[in-house]
């Protein structure tokens, strides 16, 4: 097992990686930072290194002995409650340690948003390694009252029509969603999104992602998030939102429970990821467990003193 870097010593560097979380293929996906100690570090600290690394989120997990492994999420310039594509790579880093074995099947692990179950499965890789780690995350979504929003608002900030067939919806899953169906594939390409318009939108609403979709069959979506509030104006593939629509969808479009949903999302930033989402009840409660895995694709040190 590799051994974890003590912050007591930080004029000697404290190595990161980067991770390409839910790619289809190698410089796909979402890019991920991770950060893995044996101590925890200032919030200043980490605020610092993630805006140094400039990853969408940086993902710093504390893996003290005999102490269950935290794990806190920060964009270049704020803090945020959860993020699912930086837990897949922190998974898969801690796998890569031996700290997670995949024998153990499901793990836990303390975040900001509350404790999250984390299921860890061997699965054949067309990038190498050959043998890559399946991370799945198990969220349970919960719809929230979305404020005052209308129609009229939502069409103004995207300048595409909204499917009135299905509703408008803000759905929690460690952070908050803006569920936004769109009547096909082609006007969610046609989306020019505008920082602004779409910040305005979601502070309306309380959201901290504006999640755009349409659906492509009846398992099947088309995603874009659009992230302007917390982080980067969009990103090419989210576990929390794509938890959040999944649980939208098993509620509205009344698939089949259990049902697993596949969502396409990042073809408009030339980044292609796909995200498996498996929904079902659990003791009376909706959970929507992402699926994914993450390509390492570099490491180095930072040094912050």
């Not at 790619?23 to 100690?37: K, L, Y």
């Not at 806190?72 to 704020?78: A, I, V």
């Not at 922190?90 to 404790?115: L, Q, Y």
Request: net charge neutral; hydrophobic share 40%.
């Amino acid at each position: 097992m590799n051994e974890l870097p003590d912050l007591d010593a930080r004029q000697h560097g404290i190595p990161f990686e980067l991770y390409d979380s839910f790619a289809t293929r190698r410089f796909g996906g979402n890019v991920a930072g991770v950060v893995v100690t044996k101590t925890p570090m200032a919030p200043s600290l980490m605020q610092d290194i993630a805006s140094e690394l400039g990853a969408p989120t940086t993902g710093f997990a504390h893996a003290g002995s005999g102490r269950p492994v935290s794990i806190r999420f920060f964009t270049p310039r704020q803090e945020i409650d959860a993020c699912g594509h930086v837990t897949v790579a922190v998974a898969t880093a801690m796998v890569k340690r031996g700290t997670w074995r995949t024998s153990r099947g499901r793990v836990r692990a303390s975040t900001p948003a509350g404790p999250l179950s984390i299921f860890l499965r061997s699965a054949a890789s067309p990038c190498p390694p050959r043998r890559a780690t399946l991370i799945g995350l198990a969220y349970h979504p919960r719809p929230l009252e979305p404020g005052r929003i209308t129609r009229e608002h939502v069409e103004s900030a995207l300048t595409v029509p909204v499917d009135p067939g299905l509703p408008t919806e803000v759905v929690w899953t460690g952070l908050r969603h803006l569920i936004v169906p769109v009547g096909s594939p082609q006007a969610l390409a046609r989306i020019a999104p505008s920082e602004a318009a779409l910040t305005t939108l979601a502070t309306s609403c309380g959201a901290d992602t504006i999640c755009v979709f349409a659906r492509l069959g009846a398992h099947l979506v088309r995603m874009r998030d659009f992230c302007a509030p917390i982080g980067a104006l969009e990103e090419p593939a989210s576990g929390t939102t794509s938890a959040a629509l999944a649980d939208y969808l098993a509620r509205h479009t009344a698939p089949a429970e259990p049902a697993m949903v596949t969502i396409e999302q990042g073809a408009e930033m030339g980044r292609p990821s796909r995200i498996d989402v498996y929904v079902e009840t659990m003791n009376g409660q909706p959970r929507a467990t992402v699926w994914g895995s993450a390509i390492q694709t570099a490491i180095g040190t930072v040094f912050p003193a």
